[in-house]
Every structure is written in structure tokens, then in C-alpha cells.
């Protein structure tokens, strides 16, 4: 395997509230907070279920499934590093848990992407330490596909 190139966009912060997230990601696990006493699973890092206060956290894997809720093209540069990459997509998708994800959507061109379509996650390791988490079509049988 070939090193890879030097990263150069920017990096997530990684603190005390989000380094489960991140540690899962790097061992190429999808895992989000969840209250231990209502079961609410969010994507906020905070340390307070926003739906009943509970201070009681797990980190649950989670399956990696969900749609499309949501997407977008950028055209333009609003930020720098992200230039040579334009233009591209932005997605929100809808866990099969319920949470969603602002993410990007790999492996098909942007113009192709249609809200409601399945996906999975899609781990993207841009440095030693992170890999982020990004989301790609579910293969599945198509019109003349062959079985
Ligand atoms: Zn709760």
C-alpha cells in the first residue's frame, strides 16, 4: 500500500466529549451517545440528555445504515482547502437508529445521489489518528443486474 498524501484540510477537535466518536471511527465502528435513561440517541456531544437531562451516557455501535435525508451541492469555496474539491456534495442522512448525520456521500457521482437512498457507512482514515465518517450507496440488485 502506497503512504498517503499529507492531509491538509482541517481536522476535527477531539475532546473529552467527542473521543468516543472518534476512537470508534478509527476502529471503523459508528457509535453516538446515548441516554441511559431515555434511550434518546444524539449526535451532540453534550454531557446532558437534551430530551430528560440524564447525565447517564453509553456509547452504542450502531448498524452504519440509513437514507438519504437530505443533500446539497457546494459550488462555491467557502472554505480554502476544500477548493480543489468543488464542486461536491453535502448530505444529511437518517440513521436507521434515528439520528442524522451531516456527512458527504462517496463512491457515486453528486449528481446521482436522490434523497431516500439507501446507504452505509464509510470510513475514511485521512490521518493516523482520524478517520472520518462519510457515507456510500448500499450495492444492491438492479435492473440487469446479474444474481
Ligand atoms: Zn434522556
Redesign the pocket.
Known amino acids: 500500500m502506497n503512504a498517503p498524501a499529507a492531509y491538509t484540510k482541517p481536522l476535527p477537535l477531539i475532546d473529552d466529549l467527542n473521543r468516543p466518536f472518534w476512537a470508534a471511527a478509527k476502529a471503523h465502528e459508528l457509535r453516538l451517545p446515548q ?6 440517541i444524539r449526535v451532540q456531544f453534550e454531557r446532558w ?6 447525565r ?1 451516557v453509553r456509547w452504542p455501535r450502531l448498524s452504519g445504515r440509513g437514507h438519504v435525508w437530505s443533500h446539497c451541492t457546494f459550488h462555491r469555496k467557502y472554505f480554502p482547502e476544500f477548493e480543489n474539491d468543488l464542486p461536491y456534495n453535502v448530505a444529511l442522512v437518517e440513521l436507521e437508529e434515528g439520528p442524522r448525520l451531516i456527512t458527504n456521500i462517496v463512491g457515486i457521482d453528486r449528481r446521482d445521489i436522490r434523497i431516500g437512498m439507501p446507504v452505509e457507512v464509510s470510513f475514511d482514515d485521512v490521518t493516523e489518528t482520524v478517520s472520518l465518517v462519510k457515507f456510500r450507496p448500499v450495492p444492491g440488485p438492479r435492473e440487469g443486474d446479474a444474481a
Open positions: 441516554c441511559g435513561s431515555c434511550g434518546f440528555c437534551p430530551r430528560c437531562g440524564s447517564d
